[in-house]
């Protein structure tokens, strides 16, 4: 009997499982007693459960990687951060953008500034000398102006080529560093202009002797003699000159040799003047016992001479 009732009650809880599935209505309990019905079947049930309050997200505040006015001031302490931190040339980058944003305020001076400097670090000399020369047009009166145009001369000295090559940006220099020293005569960098100068006049020097030894070789004698006159015009002091005359002797020498018995005392006695020229000026010159031993041999070619005249 017991089982039967047992198995009675586990049917009926079946049939209302069953039922409750089938129905489009629940039955629910609102806190005062069950028998309240819903409809909405098992989607409203779980719509009168609390709800867990969903917090609002924190928005972080990112940089944009776009330079804008908004972003000017926050930008302009990164290109900061990146030049303190010896990090050239993303610190030319940014001050590059900022620079046309900051044109008409009082950042605009120290910008530019920072942004050819930190090109001429990066050793950019090329654009740093270019936005150094924009300086020094656009702010004469900075405080900045005298340091600007040092660098800028100092960019242009470190872009000049081989002496092999050519020396138009050579000239350039020249003419810039000439400048800077008149406009600023008690500048703490004279010494070092003084240098340049020096640095580059030899490679000028160079040029032109190189210019000498090529009429040598190849037998242009005249030519030789003409390019060496302008190298002692131009280059009276350099150190290149003991250089200049020894081959102007060779030159006159060979000259002579290969000349007519007419014309051989005439060039000989030009070859004679350039020993005499070598042992007044730089007797000391590691060309000077070459010199004197060919002096000898044309003093002697011209006493035959000389014989045969008289």
């Known amino acids: 009997m017991r089982f039967v ?14 039922m409750l599935a089938l129905s489009p209505e629940l039955w629910a309990c609102d806190g005062s007693g069950c028998g309240v019905r819903t409809s909405g079947g098992l989607a409203a049930v779980v719509d009168t459960l609390p709800k867990a309050k969903k917090e609002p997200k924190k928005e972080k505040t990112r940089l944009s990687k776009r330079v804008t006015f908004e972003s000017f001031d926050q930008h302009y302490e990164r290109a900061l951060k990146y030049y303190n931190n010896r990090q050239w040339l993303s610190a030319a980058g940014l001050f590059e953008e900022l620079y046309p944003l900051s044109l008409g305020t009082p950042r605009a001076d120290t ?36 340091d600007a145009f040092y660098y800028c001369i100092s960019a242009v000295y470190k872009t000049c080529p081989e002496y092999y090559l050519d020396q138009s940006n050579t000239d350039y220099a020249i003419e810039q560093i000439k400048t800077f020293v008149q406009a600023y005569p008690n500048n703490s960098h004279i010494e070092e202009c003084n240098q340049m100068l020096d640095d580059l006049r030899l490679k000028l020097a160079k040029k032109d002797l190189e210019v000498v030894k090529l009429y040598y070789d190849t037998d242009h004698y005249e030519a030789c003699q003409i390019a060496a006159a302008n190298f002692f015009n131009e280059y009276s002091y350099s150190p290149l000159m ?35 020229k070598m042992s007044i000026l730089y007797p000391e010159s590691k060309y000077s016992k070459d010199v004197a031993k060919i002096a000898q041999d044309v003093t002697k070619q011209l006493e035959k001479y000389n014989k045969k005249q008289s």
Not at 5 to 18: E, P, R, V
């Open 5 to 18: 009732l047992n198995m009675a009650k586990k049917a009926f809880k079946i049939l209302i499982i069953i």
């Open 111 to 146: 910008i530019l500034y920072l942004f050819a400097l930190s090109y001429y670090q990066n050793g950019d000399y090329n654009m740093s000398a270019f936005h150094f020369r924009d300086y020094v047009r656009r702010y004469p009166n900075s405080e900045r102006t005298e």
């Open 242 to 276: 003991p250089e200049a005359i020894y081959y102007l002797v060779l030159n006159n020498l060979e000259y002579a040799k290969r000349s007519t018995e007419r014309k051989k005392p005439e060039r000989y006695k030009a070859c004679l003047e350039a020993c005499q």
